[in-house]
């Protein structure tokens, strides 16, 4: 992608400079992991715009959620990531390589917000997780609005996304993973700035609403999954 692979994202005087070797190096890895616990069954990806910029909104079950997202999408989504796991020595090095973005989920985080912005400037795919956190029972949780109103403002479509299979593989306190099918799998994107009426707080309700919807039929149409 050229210049747009070391996008640089300024934010809170911190310089992200992802490196394509290493997020090729962590495909081919996570590759190998989830071809050895799986396999892994990706399905939609030619919904994935082939360039400019994209969001990826993907329901969240599992910390594995993130790498088979990345292994998966045919372009390189760059993660926002909850700031306690770039503290981990060389996991947290390796996250800032791979391009995720640190977030601080307890606080107003602008500088994540102005980085999230230059990654969709730079022409790329920022993968969001709009429930916030993981679900512990599998269903779907309710949406923050935050990644509608980043679509909105720089008028990017969503591409809603799901990752089933994953809290099998890694189950919540499990310290070892466990052999299980994973699937990913990709939907039409939503241009919702065609959709919505005008900018209103009500509009973007409704479009935190329909993402919300796309991403629970994409899970109901699975059969390995069950949701709420």
């Keep these: 992608m050229g210049a747009r692979q070391k996008a640089r994202v300024q934010a809170s005087k911190r310089l992200w400079q992802p490196n394509r070797l290493w997020y090729l190096a962590g495909r081919v890895f ?19 715009p082939a360039s400019g910029p ?26 926002l990531a909850k700031h306690e796991l770039f503290r981990v020595p060389i996991f947290g090095y390796l996250l800032r390589q791979w391009g995720a973005i640190p977030i601080d989920r ?3 985080d602008i500088g994540s917000a102005r980085a999230a912005l230059q990654v969709l400037r730079a022409g790329e795919v920022l993968a969001i997780f709009p ?3 993981r679900s512990l029972t599998g269903q779907l949780q309710e949406f923050h609005p935050g990644t509608v109103n980043l679509a909105l403002k720089q ?4 591409v809603p996304a799901v990752v089933t299979g994953s809290d099998r593989v890694l189950p919540k306190g499990a310290r070892l993973p466990r052999r299980h099918p994973i699937r990913v799998i990709f ?32 899970m ?9």
């Design 30 to 48: 996570w590759g190998w992991v989830f071809g050895i616990l799986g396999p892994m069954r990706v399905q939609g990806t030619e919904h994935v």
């Design 54 to 79: 994209a969001i990826v909104a993907s329901n969240h079950v599992s910390g594995l959620d993130p790498f088979a997202l990345g292994c998966a999408c045919p372009r390189w989504p760059q993660f």
């Design 106 to 108: 307890d606080a107003a």
């Design 131 to 133: 429930e916030g956190t």
């Design 155 to 158: 008028r990017v479509p969503i």
């Design 187 to 218: 939907g039409p994107p939503l241009r919702l700035w065609e959709i919505l009426p005008d900018g209103s707080e009500a509009s973007r309700q409704a479009g935190v609403g329909l993402l919300r919807k796309q991403v629970l039929r994409m």
């Design 220 to 228: 109901n149409d699975d059969p390995s999954t069950g949701s709420g």
